[in-house]
């Protein structure tokens, strides 16, 4: 009798182990993408593989979830989808140091898509392009570019979707290059501008068509 309670006493703990071992902690995914693939707490400090569409030279590309910021340092993006997307994370800062190019391979997408509040900043320069498509696209919320450079060229350089999903973009002590084939920047219900002013085209005001 003790012989049969011994045995199964060692296959309750067999059991256990078995249980134990399959329950693996799963990666966070945290509502943020580089060419198409999730941002997660497993590869987050270090995005330089995480995609063959991403190459860094003499940088980095990394995000720090605890303070919400993407830094990107000679980082190269040349994407078959979105460059990066921004769909959940209310407050991202995008901070560009060196130069950096994203572009849209993709006619018909978008680089930069955003539709939480972000913020771009830094000390570095910006380059985002698409083809038939806006550069950089304000699906929703505010976009802020303070004190870096930024080129955006693109079927639309900066847009919003219809001005009616309160897309905002301010600029703050930036250089903002927004070039496109059908207009500069388009479709935001609100612009503003801290620290500067419009110079191309001379005169020029903003409305939200």
Not at 2 to 19: D, E, S, W, Y
Not at 170 to 177: G, H, L, R, S
Request: charged content about 20%.
């Amino acid at each position: 009798m003790m012989r049969k309670i011994q045995i199964l006493g060692c296959f309750a703990v067999l059991f256990v182990v078995v249980l134990l071992c399959g329950s693996t902690a799963r990666a966070v995914e945290y509502g943020l993408k580089i060419a198409g693939v999730e941002v997660t707490s497993e590869n987050c400090n270090d995005l330089s593989g995480i995609s063959p569409a991403v190459s860094v030279v003499d940088g980095h590309l990394r995000y720090d979830h605890a303070n919400q910021t993407l830094s990107m340092k000679g980082v190269t993006i040349n994407s078959p989808t979105i460059g990066i997307e921004n769909s959940s994370i209310e407050g991202l800062i995008i901070d560009i140091s060196g130069e950096n190019k994203l572009t849209s391979l993709n006619k018909s997408t978008t680089g930069l898509a955003i539709a939480k509040n972000t913020i771009l900043q830094g000390d570095g320069k910006f380059i985002v392009k698409s083809e038939n498509a806006p550069s950089i696209y304000v699906f929703s919320g505010t976009l802020t570019i303070s004190s870096i450079i930024v080129e955006a060229t693109g079927e639309w350089g900066i847009s919003g979707v219809n001005a009616q999903k309160n897309e905002k973009l301010i600029i703050k002590n930036a250089i903002v290059t927004a070039t496109g084939t059908e207009a500069g920047i388009i479709y935001l219900a609100s612009s503003e501008i801290k620290g500067g002013k419009i110079i191309t085209p001379e005169d020029g005001t903003f409305d939200k068509t």
